[in-house]
């Protein structure tokens, strides 16, 4: 069955950096929009950050604009997250998931991972 794999969580202090990296398994990337989730304790999980198929226009949450970056190696078959000046409140469980076009509702997306942790703390 098609899924993602998320990687690269970890914990890091406030203003550090991570690059999360999320790989496809049985499905080709570049044939995809595929975004970034993220569930921080207590709340709903939440999108942040999305790339397009073809023209990757990207799209970011102002909760990560300008310290987010999301890329993809369509060589690899692969998307990635840089995230870069983290927050104590970036917390949480990352996710990446694909659908047809960034702007499909969550309930679109398909081929979730298991995500990966994120924790900012001194």
């Known amino acids: 069955q098609a899924h993602l794999e998320e990687s690269g969580g970890g914990l890091v202090h406030p203003g550090g950096s991570l690059r999360l990296s999320c790989a496809a398994n049985g499905i080709t990337l570049d044939d995809y929009a595929v975004g970034w989730f993220r569930q921080s304790p207590g709340k709903e999980r939440e999108g942040i950050s999305c790339?397009?198929?073809?023209?990757?226009?990207?799209y970011y949450w102002d909760s990560v604009k300008g310290r987010f970056t999301i890329s993809r190696d369509n060589a690899k078959n692969a998307v990635y997250l840089q995230m870069n000046n983290l927050k104590s409140e970036d917390t949480g469980v990352y996710y990446c998931a694909a659908a047809a076009y960034c702007h499909d509702g969550m309930g679109s997306y398909g081929a979730w991972g298991q995500g990966t942790q994120v924790t900012v703390s001194l």
């Open positions: 790339i397009d198929r073809a023209d990757a226009n990207t």
